[in-house]
């Protein structure tokens, strides 16, 4: 008597139409733009509110001159499962100086004032977003400016539901995609994929050790390609130009998120956008054969 | 296995009725309609239903973890069907644990109240001193099929880690167990004790530097090493098939119960009491019962300095659904979502989240769960030492309390079962401060 397995019964019963609308998103059109320019992305992560709410807003302003081509924005949580000490600090920097759910999408309604054209991808987990309402979030969300989400604890199984809501108000539902994950798995995370796809390079907590990029790595990236027309960004472990010009050279995108954040609560708003040039220019030498 | 494991997970983890559509017996369960929307369908106003508040459990955890915590399902609906794995198990659970347990009257505490028949089962009379060794036996033995070296806990009183820590040794395999800094201050003889068996301690420092940071860390090893190593979760909280399996290797406590209070009295008791930090106990002993609609099951929740103080560790009394460690249950957190600090006078209880079957059970009614202060729990603590001559840890205090309190009010007719769950020996050092301040001091 005991239950069907969750992961042999669940593309059966959770997967939505595979129906992007978001052809002509914010996400696409950079993603188009960059594909012209023969150059991957640069994609930053900074945890909202982190280290206070207006140091956080200034640094949201200033990093697409800097060279982020997307903006990934942390919702921090009190326990963050999937994530190293550095954002670990960052979300409790950012909590203690009063960061909310609620603020975190007003930093971005503020950015979108400005910028119209740079994505927010907002990260974080589900504990949150369903207290402060799934359905009031999304929309808020949309409403915002927000162009997708990054749902660390939300797997495919439990998560068509929301992905068809977030479809619906044009937010992207972007996908991760781990080392661990059997090709069996892919078409389902896929389907409720939009956006980009997010590969973690390796089994691991957020910037917990330096990348070392494999051919394994290179390998499983042509297979993700074969299967989805979405663009793939790598991320966990890029700390350097040298890292992020090797994955720029196989990748669409390139996620840098801890080593910022130390930078940041290390040396202040400046120093981390001088980091934030020192991998764009990395990234744009790349496919030059520059390195 | 027994045939009464009734209350399972859906194919997604969550707990439902077994009968679709169905609801567990219970003198409190009415609501049938009510009770299956909550539980079967999507939440009310929401048009296509949504799965996140469909029901108790899940598995809410990173892609990476995703396939290998499936692989571990497989694994173990394998091992319960193998009868070689449940003689082996079995086995153990005899000539290494001790079992089964003594049901014991406890004649004194009886007069004491002098209303309802008291009986303990105890728990604390398992190799290690709790019954944490019934999951950490069942789960090590699991792993070890499955191939894996390396044993990964984490550990608030130190009980569960002990209990990880022996196994591993007896199994001959590796083990890390993480605890919170603070707990490692006040749990210090099971600290020594599990480098003794021969253990790496990981102190953890981020957020609270309690239990439910050390589960963080030790998913976070996990992540981290998922070719080698099993985490071994120590109450039935977790991604699913956590939750049912830790139950599953708990139900030993019900099932012996039932049969021994069968052969010896001819009958099943009125009332099942135990504390629940995470519940692991609690399920243990409730589940050979859940079918019986007249056993009365109730569960004991930490009140710490009082529910109304904000310092305690009831998150079904004090707490909201939510979303955390995998699962979704009740849990202390708040208005952002963010979790709250639980307290409690005892380590093992002090966790701001619940199992999700009790979470399932308390709004379905089958079962009600009291909570018990920090005063309280010690106040028991020193009338079992002096009228049993037994020393409870400060975690089934607070179920001894409660015991107490019912008996009190019942006819010497109605039958009390309260779930001993570990010995207090641990604990010496609170308890002492506490009950004789002076000897503290000396
Ligand atoms: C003796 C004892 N009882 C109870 C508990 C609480 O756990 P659970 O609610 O899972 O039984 C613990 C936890 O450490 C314990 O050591």
Known sequence: MSAPSLTTEMSKTDTPNPVSPNADSRLARRFAALKAADRAALVTYVMAGDPDPSASRDLLARLPAAGADIIELGMLFSDPMADGVAIQRAGQRALANGQTLALTLEMVRDFRQRDDDTPIVLMGYLNPLQRFGEDRFLQAAAEAGVDGLILVDLPPEHGAAMTARARDLGLARIPLVAPTTPPGRLPALLAQGDGFVYRIAFNGVTGSRRLDIAAELDSALDALKRQSPLPVAVGFGVRDGGTAAAIARIADAVVVGSALVERLAAAGVDAALELTRELAESIQGARRGES | ?442
């Open chain 2, 1 to 442: 296995m027994n045939s009464t494991l009734k209350t399972l997970p859906d194919h997604n983890g969550f707990f439902v009725p077994a009968v679709p559509g169905g609801h567990p017996s219970g003198r409190r369960c009415r609501d049938v309609k009510n009770f299956s929307r909550k539980f079967l369908g999507g939440s009310p106003g929401d048009g296509h239903g949504t799965q996140l508040n469909r029901g108790y459990g899940g598995r809410y955890v990173a892609e990476t973890l995703m396939p290998l915590i499936g692989e571990i399902e497989a694994a173990y609906d394998d091992a319960r069907a193998d009868p070689a794995f449940q003689a082996r198990l079995h086995e153990l659970q005899r000539d290494y644990v001790g079992r089964a347990t003594p049901l014991y009257f406890a004649e004194r505490l009886t007069e004491h109240f002098g209303g309802a028949q008291i009986y303990l089962k105890r728990e604390d009379l398992n190799h290690t001193g709790a019954h944490k060794i019934n999951n950490a036996l069942g789960q090590a033995l699991l792993a070890q099929r499955m191939g894996r070296q390396r044993l990964i806990a984490e550990t608030g009183a130190g009980m569960h880690g002990v209990a990880v820590a022996t196994v591993a040794a007896r199994l001959g395999l590796g083990c890390v167990v993480y605890m919170g800094a603070t707990d490692i201050e006040r749990q210090q003889p099971n600290v020594q004790r599990m480098r003794l068996l021969g253990a790496e301690i990981v102190p953890v420092h981020s957020g609270t530097a309690t239990l439910k940071d050390a589960m963080n860390e030790a998913l976070r090893d996990w992540v981290a090493n998922v070719d080698d190593t099993f985490y071994i979760i120590g109450t039935v909280a977790g991604p699913a098939p956590y939750p049912r399996m830790v139950r599953d290797f708990q139900a030993v406590i019900g099932v012996e119960t039932r049969e021994q209070l069968l052969a010896t009295q001819g009958r099943l008791p009125d009332t099942l009491v135990a504390c629940v930090g995470g519940g692991s106990n609690a399920m243990g002993l409730f589940h050979a019962f859940l079918d019986d609609a007249a056993v009365t099951l109730v569960g004991v929740e930490a009140a710490g300095e009082g529910l109304e103080s904000g310092r305690h560790a009831a998150s079904l009394n004090g707490g909201e659904p939510g979303i955390l460690h995998g699962n979704r249950t009740y849990l202390l957190q708040d208005g952002d979502g963010q979790i709250r600090d639980a307290h409690s006078i005892s380590a093992g209880l002090d966790y701001p989240g619940v199992g999700p079957e009790h979470a399932y059970l308390h709004d379905s009614g089958r079962a009600s769960y009291v909570a018990v202060t920090d005063d309280e729990a010690l106040e028991a603590v020193g009338l079992c030492c002096r009228l049993e001559g037994i020393l409870p840890a400060l975690e089934s205090a607070h179920a001894l309390y409660h015991a107490g309190q019912l008996a009190a009010a019942q006819g010497p007719d109605q039958v009390i079962v309260v779930c001993l769950s570990g010995r207090g020996d641990k604990d010496m050092d609170t308890i002492t401060r506490h009950l004789m301040p002076e000897e503290a001091q000396a």
